[in-house]
């Protein structure tokens, strides 16, 4: 997804029309219209007005990604220090045979269930 798909997809999200996005930002409707019919991206220098109507950030308006990653692009993998709990809980999954991490990964569906529960 591209800077002008995220910024079109946030202005459905919010009702918000290309003219009313285009009287907030100061940017010029002609403009606007050039990113949805050209497929082209804003210019840098337009990026904090946007992300400041929008009410999004920089990163996830040029990423699709927000840090603590509750908007956009899930995280589809991390990183993780082999020395940490997280890190010690996966060298030892994959020290596992199949049938070991299945009934693990049950276990910790298991208590997921309950926890949403409470």
Known sequence: MTIRDRI???LEEMNMSQKDFSDKTGIPQTTVSDWRKKRTNPTAEKIMVICKVLDVTPEWLLSGVEPQGDRGNPRSWYAISADTDSGKLITAFNSM???LQ???LGYVEAITAAKEKE
């Open 102 to 104: 299945q009934r693990l």
């Open 97 to 99: 045979d199949k049938g």
């Open 8 to 10: 079109f997809e946030k």
